[in-house]
């Protein structure tokens, strides 16, 4: 059953388009691609999100490897560094940094040789 509000709004729809309508040839012309130019775009986007990707893959997993050769490093060599270059967190063992100059010697000639290259105005000769 078809009211007549239902008759007034398919007449506004189709009065709305009437200009495309009543079109005697499209706006624009027909492309015909032969050649098949189209997969040479789609493949260049593919492969551009593919190779995307492949690089957020391969930064993750490289610094995944990196935390992994550290850890091999600090639990082979853990003998044979120096306790003082670690601080002890609760059973964790975090490596200190050092920056700047030598903190630690061995005897005191290594930390007089240190006192000669900070302070050289101190230890020159006089004449």
Not at 33 to 51: A, H, N, Q, T, V
Not at 66 to 82: C, G, I, T, V, Y
Not at 92 to 107: D, M, S, T
Request: proline share 3%; hydrophobic share 40%.
């Amino acid at each position: 059953m078809v009211t007549s509000e239902d008759a007034v709004k398919f007449k506004a729809y189709m009065g709305s388009d009437e200009i495309d309508f009543k079109k005697s040839r499209p706006t624009h012309p027909m492309y015909y691609d032969r050649e098949m130019l189209f997969r040479k775009d789609r493949s260049f986007w593919l492969s551009m999100i593919l190779l995307m990707l492949g690089g957020f893959y391969a930064k993750a997993k490289l610094q995944v490897e990196k935390d992994r050769w550290f850890m091999w490093n600090r639990k082979e060599h853990l003998s044979d560094m120096p306790a003082h270059h670690f601080h002890n967190r609760g059973g964790v063992l975090i490596k200190k940094q050092f920056a700047g100059f030598e903190k630690y010697h061995r005897n005191g000639d290594e930390l007089m040789g240190w006192y000669v290259k900070a302070y050289p105005e101190a230890f020159r000769k006089s004449h």
